[in-house]
């Protein structure tokens, strides 16, 4: 590739040092002024502190958060009533509560809606990126992590069910049945092994200032509408444990057995006066010991 002659190897140099200097110089200014702000989220704050590869990069971001307040948010403040949008999509986010055992309320429906933006699956009936194969399912795309594409709602809905009910997620699952605060559970999911970041935060501070986004779900020509939807498949649970119990002795039944084999042994001898009826062998002869050998 020829060279930019407007900018010469020393003074490209020169400049780019310049303005990482600079950039560095605004993340410090920036993060002692947000350092304070309670609207900042704790996230953010560490990812501005640790630095990162492109202070320029990072300078951007916070000027743009800065510039955008809506986008700060105070992850440990009480959650503000949200007014949820009616979206196409309702009946598939309410399956998946009803398949969890959880209630359908304004704040499961904001983490799940909040959950979904933050995932940004666009895999066909997979929201939240699951990577469960079932029967018919099929790889998105080329991704490594196995992500599928599922052939109908339900077949979506179930592959969610069974992934959140894994042992893993047993604190969020808690949550969502307990009907916690959309803050309280995404703590949870950001701590569990899910995979979702702390944009998720970010998310449901917008949709605590009436910013609510929801993509539409990825699907399949042919297949049936998310609004035709059928109940969420039952939660699959632990399959009861047969004891074995013991029969009750039936004793008048052991002695009608005992009376009868008693009867069959004595039989015989009862009928023949106490003799044996079977033949005795004839003795062997008796050898001549007069006789001799040659």
């Known amino acids: 590739m020829p060279r930019n002659l407007d900018y010469p190897a020393p003074m490209h140099g020169r400049m780019m040092r310049q303005r990482l200097r600079e950039a560095e110089h605004d993340a410090r200014k920036l993060f002692a002024t947000l350092r ?32 955008n307040p809506v986008h700060w948010g105070a992850p440990d403040a009480p959650a503000a009533p949200v007014a949820l949008p009616e979206v196409a999509d309702k009946p598939f986010y309410e399956a998946i509560l009803r398949g969890l055992e959880a209630p359908v309320t304004a ?26 194969k079932l029967p018919g399912s099929t790889l998105y795309g080329t991704n490594k992590a196995g992500v599928q594409n599922y052939t109908s709602p339900q077949q979506g809905v179930d592959a969610t069910v069974r992934t959140m009910l894994l042992s893993r997620y047993a604190s969020v699952i808690q949550l969502l049945r307990a009907d916690a605060t959309p803050v309280d559970v995404a703590n949870a999911i950001i701590a ?31 297949a ?3 609004s035709t939807l059928a109940a969420a498949p039952a939660a699959p649970g632990k399959k009861p444990r047969v004891r074995y119990e013991k029969p009750p002795t039936n004793w008048l039944a052991w002695g009608g057995i005992a009376m009868l084999a008693a009867a069959v042994i004595l ?12 033949p005795a ?9 007069r006789r001799r050998r040659r």
């Open 224 to 226: 049936p509408a998310i």
């Open 192 to 222: 569990s092994p899910w995979g979702t970041k702390g944009l998720l935060l970010d998310v449901l501070a917008m949709y605590g200032r009436g910013k609510v986004v929801v993509n539409p779900i990825g699907t399949v020509a042919g």
């Open 267 to 278: 039989l015989p001898a009862l009928i023949g006066g106490g003799k044996s009826t079977v």
């Open 36 to 67: 304070d702000d309670d609207r900042v989220p704790a996230w953010t704050l560490d990812k501005v502190a640790t630095g990162a590869d492109n202070l320029h990069q990072v300078s951007r971001y916070l000027r743009f958060k800065v510039s």
């Open 281 to 289: 062998l004839p003795a062997p002869p008796k050898a001549n010991p």
């Open 107 to 132: 704040n499961t429906l904001a983490l799940m809606y909040a959950w979904r933006q933050t995932e940004g699956g666009k895999a066909a009936y997979n929201p939240w990126n699951t990577t469960l």
